[in-house]
């Protein structure tokens, strides 16, 4: 059965309940006990419009975990949570706890940094509503931001490229996408890589919808080469087997310097600021246009080890689209290449939205994780491309129909795209978030 909209709204608010630790939002019940940087990110957005202070804190305790270089781990572990329940825990990574500002311990990554979008919707709630208190955590957070912002514009761009380098699939968010693969299949297992059990694959109903044992002896391979370079970005650009240019991440980092700069003019920071934010900005542009395939329609990454592109169609390739400010002709043949049957008009879609990987690649595959379901929260950030190139038509089917997917699946971390069953971990908070955010502008009144 159907609910009205206005329930669906009561139940994503209480999946961000339910989820709620008290200083953070886990991603889901039991698959992920901790804290993770992006996720966080998209849960403050969808607090934002109802609770703009619990939205701060939530980026508070995140940015309370910063590394002193200004790099947001991407997980910032919980003490409450039950021993051995998520793999990799803090003794795979070994992180010296003078390195960051945490009491709690964190990893060695990052993720894409969507934190300053969060910031400057809880800053505008705020300002609407007369939050003074949401308002002050947002004056205090502004010079983390600033670093965050400052550590991904120099560390993972040492030549200037304008695109940001990751290290980790895990760093990318999209983490056993086929664009990863061709650099994976060249990486060696480290041979004295220990024993381990997976405790992801007890949390979903069929493993065939997580990453496979290869994927894993990878990533726990990539993890232990960061820890023997002592996570220091020299060193691991010297010798580390996984770099990439990630178009994805760079998008994201261009649209989130857009909103810092705003954030840094309504706060009165230093003009040197907001200079670097622009400049940091149309770099990333700059960036992303050197990663345009006019063929493809799509952006694509760039192998830093092998110097090649990467060629599998994903929802990454819409990376121009989501960066805000790019080209017209650009954004025109980005939303022809949407509406394509690589993506939205592919055959037997339960609804017209993109999967995560085009059904047409031949890596694609319908229900595990990242090789073809479709995620909620990367409807959300093309969403948001198109609103802001006022493509606000385009915009809005795929909010509604996003909105009808969660109606009949729930708050699923991801769908299968042609039957639209609800995959992975259930009651996932940044689905419920971006739900939020979404039916906010349907009843904004609603508390
Ligand atoms: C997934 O990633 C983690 C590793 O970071 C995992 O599979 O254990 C990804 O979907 C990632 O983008 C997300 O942030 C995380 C928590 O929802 O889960």
């Given at each position: 059965?159907?609910?009205?909209?206005k329930?669906?709204?009561?139940?994503?608010?209480?999946?961000?309940?339910?989820?709620?630790?008290?200083?953070?939002?886990?991603?889901?019940p039991?698959?992920?006990?901790?804290?993770?940087?992006?996720?966080?990110?998209?849960?403050?957005?969808?607090?934002a419009?109802?609770?703009?202070?619990?939205?701060?804190?939530?980026?508070r305790?995140?940015?309370?975990?910063?590394?002193?270089?200004?790099?947001?781990?991407?997980?910032?572990?919980?003490?409450?949570?039950?021993a051995?329940?998520?793999?990799?825990?803090?003794?795979?990574?070994?992180i010296?706890?003078?390195?960051?500002?945490?009491?709690?311990?964190?990893?060695?990554?990052?993720?894409p940094?969507?934190?300053?979008l969060?910031?400057?919707?809880?800053w505008?709630?705020?300002?609407?509503t007369?939050?003074?208190?949401?308002?002050?955590?947002?004056?205090?957070?502004?010079?983390?931001?600033?670093?965050?912002?400052?550590?991904?514009?120099t560390?993972?761009?040492?030549?200037?490229?304008?695109?940001?380098?990751?290290?980790?699939?895990?760093?990318?968010?999209?983490?056993?996408?086929?664009?990863?693969?061709?650099?994976?299949?060249?990486?060696?297992?480290?041979?004295?890589l220990?024993?381990y059990?997976?405790?992801?694959?007890?949390?979903?109903?069929?493993?065939?919808?997580?990453?496979?044992?290869?994927?894993?002896?990878?990533?726990?391979?990539?993890?232990?080469?960061?820890?023997?370079?002592?996570?220091?970005?020299?060193?691991?650009?010297?010798?580390?087997?996984?770099?990439?240019?990630?178009?994805?991440?760079?998008?994201?980092?261009?649209?989130?310097?857009?909103?810092l700069?705003?954030?840094?003019?309504?706060?009165?920071?230093?003009?040197?600021h907001?200079?670097?934010?622009?400049?940091?900005?149309?770099?990333?542009?700059?960036?992303?246009?050197s990663?345009?395939?006019?063929?493809?329609?799509?952006?694509?990454?760039?192998?830093?080890?092998?110097?090649?592109?990467?060629?599998?169609?994903?929802?990454?390739?819409?990376?121009?689209?989501?960066?805000?400010?790019?080209?017209h002709?650009?954004?025109?043949?980005?939303?022809?290449?949407?509406?394509?049957?690589?993506?939205?008009?592919?055959?037997?879609?339960?609804?017209?939205?993109p999967?995560?990987?085009?059904?047409?690649?031949?890596?694609?595959?319908?229900?595990?994780?990242?090789?073809g379901?479709?995620?909620?929260?990367?409807?959300?950030?093309?969403?948001?491309?198109?609103?802001?190139?006022?493509?606000?038509?385009?915009?809005?089917?795929?909010?509604?129909?996003?909105l009808?997917?969660i109606?009949?699946?729930?708050?699923?971390?991801?769908?299968?795209?042609h039957?639209?069953?609800?995959?992975g971990?259930?009651?996932?908070?940044?689905?419920?978030?971006?739900?939020?955010?979404?039916?906010?502008?349907?009843?904004?009144?609603?508390?």
């Amino acid at each position: 059965m159907r609910l009205s909209l206005k329930t669906l709204l009561v139940r994503a608010k209480q999946v961000l309940e339910r989820n709620d630790m008290g200083t953070f939002t886990k991603p889901a019940p039991s698959l992920y006990p901790h804290q993770w940087s992006w996720d966080s990110a998209f849960i403050a957005i969808g607090l934002a419009s109802y609770n703009p202070l619990r939205a701060a804190k939530e980026l508070r305790h995140l940015f309370g975990a910063q590394w002193r270089d200004g790099r947001v781990p991407h997980i910032v572990f919980s003490p409450q949570a039950e021993a051995g329940s998520y793999l990799p825990g803090p003794e795979w990574w070994g992180i010296d706890r003078n390195r960051s500002f945490a009491r709690e311990a964190t990893s060695g990554i990052c993720q894409p940094p969507v934190h300053a979008l969060a910031a400057l919707r809880i800053w505008r709630a705020a300002q609407r509503t007369g939050n003074e208190a949401a308002a002050a955590a947002i004056r205090i957070l502004y010079p983390r931001l600033f670093a965050w912002h400052r550590y991904l514009a120099t560390c993972r761009d040492p030549d200037d490229t304008g695109l940001v380098t990751i290290y980790h699939p895990w760093e990318s968010g999209m983490d056993n996408s086929p664009r990863w693969d061709t650099s994976l299949a060249s990486i060696s297992v480290d041979p004295e890589l220990p024993h381990y059990d997976r405790p992801d694959l007890r949390h979903v109903s069929d493993q065939e919808e997580r990453p496979d044992k290869a994927d894993y002896d990878r990533y726990l391979s990539l993890v232990r080469s960061l820890r023997r370079a002592g996570y220091d970005d020299k060193h691991i650009q010297s010798q580390h087997p996984f770099q990439m240019q990630d178009v994805l991440f760079t998008a994201v980092t261009v649209a989130a310097n857009g909103a810092l700069a705003e954030l840094a003019r309504a706060l009165n920071a230093p003009d040197e600021h907001q200079v670097a934010l622009r400049q940091w900005g149309e770099r990333g542009r700059t960036g992303l246009l050197s990663r345009w395939d006019p063929q493809c329609g799509l952006a694509l990454d760039q192998d830093v080890m092998s110097n090649t592109p990467i060629s599998a169609r994903t929802v990454a390739g819409f990376a121009p689209l989501i960066a805000t400010n790019m080209p017209h002709g650009i954004i025109d043949a980005q939303i022809r290449r949407l509406d394509s049957d690589w993506f939205c008009a592919a055959p037997d879609l339960r609804w017209p939205l993109p999967p995560s990987t085009s059904p047409s690649e031949s890596t694609y595959s319908a229900r595990r994780y990242w090789r073809g379901p479709i995620w909620p929260v990367a409807n959300w950030l093309i969403w948001e491309g198109l609103r802001s190139a006022n493509r606000l038509q385009r915009a809005e089917q795929i909010r509604q129909h996003s909105l009808e997917q969660i109606n009949a699946g729930g708050f699923a971390e991801y769908f299968e795209p042609h039957s639209g069953q609800p995959l992975g971990s259930q009651q996932q908070s940044w689905t419920a978030a971006v739900a939020i955010d979404w039916l906010h502008a349907a009843f904004p009144q609603s508390a």
